[in-house]
């Protein structure tokens, strides 16, 4: 346990150390989980994650990262999970350095305050509540990005998984889903112009998918000093998923087909490869990153 804990706080404390220009993003390796896998067989949480620069890009602004500690025995540590997506944006690169530092900050921030306190045998749920150590750690990701890397800026979804709750932290418009008995609900709101023109019926959804300023944010890491996050709490979704991914993916793949490829592919990683390449397909205008969490049956 203790060479875990020790492993953790290298990566911390080497991220604080860490400057803006070293800071690389490259898709994961996709032959990184391939057991045979069906979820009503499973009793313990599987994940999968694929990324890709798109057909029309020609770089990779988005991040993403997954960590999952599963709890073996009633002794063990609870089941755990943190699952970002991020969508970086900004001239000069600025984007994907945008990106990796508001997550790798966020990460850091939030296994600090769960993680590392559950391997030292202390109760994380004894200190802030959930949903307030998701808000600092965004902001501070926000504060970061401000001072690092002026122009840049990323939308954040943060997913933290701590025994049978899922919270989540999220600003712009990468999306959270929860897929469960045949259907998939948006578990959280985009901040984009044509969304906030839906709300005020001054715009169709059908309208939407062509308007020429479908990709303005109006909230956004990095835009400022005072972030406005959005906190939202989920009981776990036993025998379903839980899907993040960027809008490369969920704007070109509808919701409909994200959900067949999902409960057609088995395992978490091939859903998500599989779910790369039906963005590709539709043309790819732009990077792709997909995490899916699957959880056994009750």
């Known amino acids: 346990m203790s060479a875990l804990k020790n492993f953790f706080e290298r990566i911390i404390k080497r991220e604080k150390t860490l400057p803006p220009e ?25 994940v999968g994650a694929a990324q890709s620069t798109g057909i029309e890009r020609d770089h990779n602004e988005d991040t993403l990262f997954v960590l999952l500690s599963n ?47 559950l391997l030292e045998n202390e109760n994380p749920t004894n200190q802030l509540p959930l949903q307030e150590l998701i808000r600092q750690a965004l902001e501070e990701a926000n504060e970061s990005v401000v001072e690092r ?19 989540i932290g ?16 948006v578990i959280t ?20 998918a062509s308007y020429p300023q479908r990709n303005v944010l109006y909230r956004a890491i990095g835009q400022g000093a005072n972030l406005e996050v959005d906190i939202v709490s989920h ?8 899907f993040l991914c960027s809008d490369g993916l969920w704007g070109v793949v509808p919701d409909h087909e994200i959900r067949r490829i999902i409960y057609k592919s088995g395992h978490p990683q091939a859903a998500c490869e599989e779910l790369v390449r039906a963005a ?15 959880f056994p049956p009750k």
Do not use: C
């Open 22 to 46: 070293s800071v690389k993003t490259a898709p994961l390796d996709p032959s990184s989980l391939e057991p045979s896998w069906h979820l009503d067989e499973q009793q313990t949480i599987a």
């Open 71 to 117: 709890a073996t025995t009633d002794n063990s540590l609870p089941d755990f999970g943190l699952f970002v997506v991020a969508d970086g944006m900004g001239g000069h690169r600025a984007g994907e350095v945008a990106s990796a530092i508001s997550v790798r900050t966020t990460a850091r921030l939030l296994i600090e305050a769960t993680f590392l306190k």
């Open 149 to 167: 890397v002026p122009g840049g800026g990323t939308t954040l979804t943060a997913a933290l998984l701590l025994n049978k709750q899922i919270t």
């Open 170 to 185: 999220h600003v712009g418009d990468s999306r959270a889903y929860i897929i469960n008995d045949g259907r998939s609900d």
């Open 189 to 208: 709101r985009d901040h984009s112009l044509v969304e906030r023109l839906i709300e005020l019926g001054q715009l169709s959804p059908e309208e939407a």
């Open 235 to 242: 009981s776990i979704p036993y025998g379903g998923y839980l």
């Open 280 to 294: 590709n397909a539709a043309g790819g205008p732009d990077n792709i990153s997909a995490v899916l969490v699957g």
